[in-house]
């Protein structure tokens, strides 16, 4: 007969021993005896039983003392235990079952009734059995999950241009947050095929795996275009094409595109359902950058009118995408684009600061990736 899985019987009665010994193995079971907690404390350093059926009154240490060592040492997987006890008392059975004993059978008791005690609780241990490896399986693919996010940020962010001079004329600040390792925005900045300076921000529906993948393709769409033109229309149809024809129809951008001459002294842009972005004056003006748009990847025959402007020295072009817009309060009121652009309107207003007032408003907690990304043009030697 096949063994059903190993039960140690711990009592000091050589009679009660016996008879379980009996029963027990008749049923398939392999069994191991004790005659008290310290004895089966002893053999189970050997072999840890999937059940242990233990009489409470015992010399040297008794069930109690017993269960309690079981239930708290690690080595022994949580076997199933099950208290005999002559002492019938409600006190008896509660302390037993604070301690950790599954189950309790008074003496006398029919052997009957016993085994089949045994059986169901046999059955429950292996669906405890099951439960505990499909939980370690689990982890196994939660660790070897995040394992992999860690890698696809690593590589999103290297996606993501350092802060610099772009130019001897233009200055890039940056900050980029996902609300998990990986997310749905993207920017860029790089000089075009024609000497020309072109950037985006885009933010990709949704976050996570999907959104990182459809930001990356945005990307490289986006250097191939820029090889060819420094048009911010015709990049962005080019791009636009591109979500269509590779994604499902779920999945869209929004972008805001611009290009600028070497020496910041112009700025062309398009901004294709994103945030306005503000440009931010030396002389404290805050003016939105609000054309119309259609959103990246919903109609192939979309086209995207440019509008252009002029720059000085120390104005700003600042940018952003709606998860730090978006924001919400300790009352639920969102963030909003009206307290970006009063931040901005003061002296000294930097990315980081921004952030600390957004954060002090949210408490640091985002529902949506966002990112801060501004271009400066400097003073002109």
Not at 222 to 240: G, M, R
């Amino acid at each position: 007969m096949e063994e059903k899985g190993t039960i140690l019987i711990v009592d000091d009665e050589v009679r009660i021993t016996d008879i379980l010994n009996l029963y027990l193995k008749k049923e398939g079971y392999q069994t191991l005896t004790a005659g008290d907690g310290l004895e089966a404390l002893s053999v189970m350093q050997e072999n840890v039983p999937d059940l242990i059926i233990s009489d409470l009154m015992m010399p040297n240490m008794d069930g109690i003392e017993f269960c309690k060592e079981v239930k708290t040492r690690s080595e022994f997987t949580n076997p199933y235990f099950i208290m005999l006890t002559a002492k019938a008392t409600v006190d008896s059975k509660v302390e037993g079952l604070k301690i950790g004993a599954d189950d309790y059978i008074t003496k006398p008791f029919n052997v009957k009734e016993l085994v089949a005690r045994v059986n169901s609780a046999m059955r429950i241990k292996a669906l405890q059995n099951e439960v505990v490896e499909k939980n370690v399986e689990l982890e196994r693919y939660k660790a070897a999950m995040e394992n992999e996010l860690q890698l696809a940020a690593r590589f999103q962010e290297s996606l993501i241009p350092p802060d610099g001079n772009i130019s001897p004329g233009i200055r890039l600040t940056s900050i980029y947050q996902p609300t998990i390792h990986i997310g749905g925005d993207i920017f860029d900045v790089r000089n075009a095929g024609d000497g020309q300076i072109v950037f985006f921000v885009a933010d990709v529906t949704g976050h996570g795996i999907v959104a990182a993948v459809i930001s990356a393709m945005i990307k490289l769409s986006f250097i191939q275009a820029a090889a060819d033109t420094s048009s911010p229309s015709a990049i962005a149809e080019k791009i636009n094409r591109d979500i269509v024809s590779t994604t499902s129809e779920e999945h869209f951008a929004s972008v805001f595109l611009g290009s600028l001459t070497p020496d910041g002294s112009a700025l062309s842009f398009v901004r294709a359902g994103h945030p306005a972005p503000y440009l931010c004056q030396h002389d404290g003006q805050i003016l939105p950058l609000a054309p119309k748009g259609f959103l990246l990847g919903i109609d192939p025959t979309a086209q995207f009118p440019q509008q252009t402007v002029s720059l000085s020295p120390r104005d700003r072009i600042f940018m952003f995408t709606d998860g730090i817009s978006e924001a919400e309060g300790r009352d639920g009121e969102l963030f909003g684009t009206g307290r970006i652009r009063q931040y901005l309107a003061r002296q000294g207003a930097s990315l980081s600061g921004l952030l600390d007032l957004a954060n002090q408003w949210s408490g640091g907690q985002y529902q949506d990736d966002f990112t801060l990304v501004q271009l400066e043009i400097l003073e002109r030697g």
